[in-house]
């Protein structure tokens, strides 16, 4: 399946740890955008990355959130501190880098904070 | 300006009826306009998108119906099927960005 691959698909985190999400795009695939959906919700954006580079970062909290998507390996969506509001799933979506407006998204990431 | 309102929240039809659901946008800067599906525990799927140079686009069963200056657009699922019960969502973004700006969903179920 060469689709876009998250881990850990579940995970659980008291209050005050920190969580780690990955996310392996698309083969060919060079733009990595994170979005959460809480409950009920829709999705909403949080950040727009390249290779070793912050695109557009207007949708993530001002702090205790960070992005990363280094020259090797996954992108990285870290989260200090967790609090419950944090409870959400996390979803990775990727695009080619000739951009069609086309995302493809991965299965996402549920993170329950206890 | 950057929202994306969508209705009904939850939708129940018939098997073989048709399934509408509607968006509006305020943007006028938006210039594509996606609809995804969501199965519980998935991941979004792309299932058809729009440019704003057209007014309809079909793929099989499903039709996207858009009206540029009433800034609305809709999905259309002709000869729903219980395989359809899932959650919709519309979306919109600018100059391929890929920031999409989602509604809120819609629940469909299709009876058998």
């Known amino acids: 399946n060469a689709g876009v691959m998250q881990n850990p698909r579940h995970l659980v985190r008291r209050r005050g740890q920190e969580a780690r999400l990955r996310c392996s795009p698309m083969?060919?695939?060079?733009?990595v955008y994170w979005y959460r959906q809480l409950p009920e919700e829709g999705l909403k954006f949080m950040v727009y990355?390249?290779?070793?580079?912050?695109?557009?970062e207007s949708g993530m909290p001002k702090e205790r959130f960070s992005a990363e998507f280094p020259k090797e390996g996954p992108s990285i969506l870290r989260i200090q501190q967790v609090v419950r509001g944090d409870s959400a799933a996390y979803f990775c979506?990727?695009?080619?880098?000739?951009?069609?407006?086309?995302?493809?998204f991965g299965e996402g990431s549920r993170l329950t904070v206890l | 300006q950057q929202q994306v309102k969508q209705s009904p929240q939850s939708l129940i039809v018939q098997k073989g009826g048709i399934s509408i659901i509607n968006c509006a946008y305020e943007?006028?800067?938006?210039?594509?306009f996606p609809w995804y599906q969501q199965f519980p525990g998935k991941g979004p799927a792309l299932l058809i998108a729009?440019?704003?140079?057209?007014s309809e686009k079909k793929e099989g069963r499903f039709t996207i119906s858009f009206n540029k200056s009433a800034k609305q657009f809709s999905l259309h699922i002709m000869d729903s099927q219980p395989g359809d019960s899932a959650t919709y969502f519309c979306?919109?973004?600018?100059?391929?960005?890929?920031?999409?700006?989602f509604g809120q969903g819609t629940t469909l179920q299709v009876k058998p």
């Open positions: 979506a990727s695009s080619p880098p000739v951009g069609t407006g086309e995302l493809f």
């Open positions: 083969k060919g695939h060079s733009h």
């Open positions: 990355l390249q290779k070793e580079n912050i695109i557009d």
């Open positions: 943007n006028t800067a938006f210039d594509y």
């Open positions: 729009i440019r704003p140079d057209v």
């Open positions: 979306a919109a973004s600018k100059s391929n960005t890929g920031k999409l700006i």
